[in-house]
């Protein structure tokens, strides 16, 4: 079966850097446009990056471009979100997605505090 698992988040000062994994498993996952999402508590999720099956074509939210970095390693199966200048606002859970389909990882938690 089709799972999504992140990894990578964890407790981050402002101004720092994490790099976020998804790793993929049950489906082909070159064939597949990804994305990460991410949500905060009483919030709707949202959509922070997206990433084409070969990985030629890239989104991001407003609020993150030129801040997140979303990138793809198809032998591997995995994803990336590269997070830099990292902001309090920016805590979150992020989430993996094959976009447009209802599949989800299970999360990683992201805090940015001092």
């Known amino acids: 079966q089709v799972q999504l698992v992140e990894s990578g988040g964890g407790l981050v000062q402002p101004g720092g850097s994490l790099r976020l994994s998804c790793v993929a498993s049950?489906?082909?996952?070159?064939?597949?446009?990804m994305a990460w999402y991410r949500q905060i508590p009483g919030k709707e999720r949202e959509l922070v990056a997206s990433?084409?099956?070969?990985?030629?074509?890239?989104n991001y939210a407003d609020s993150v471009k030129g801040q997140f970095t979303i990138s793809r390693d198809n032998p591997k199966n995995t994803v990336y979100l590269q997070m830099d200048t990292l902001k309090p606002e920016d805590t979150a859970v992020y989430y993996c997605?094959?976009?447009?389909?209802?599949?989800w990882g299970q999360g990683t938690q992201v805090t940015v505090s001092s």
């Open positions: 049950g489906f082909n996952f070159s064939s597949y446009a």
């Open positions: 997605r094959i976009l447009g389909r209802p599949f």
């Open positions: 990433i084409s099956a070969i990985g030629g074509r890239t």
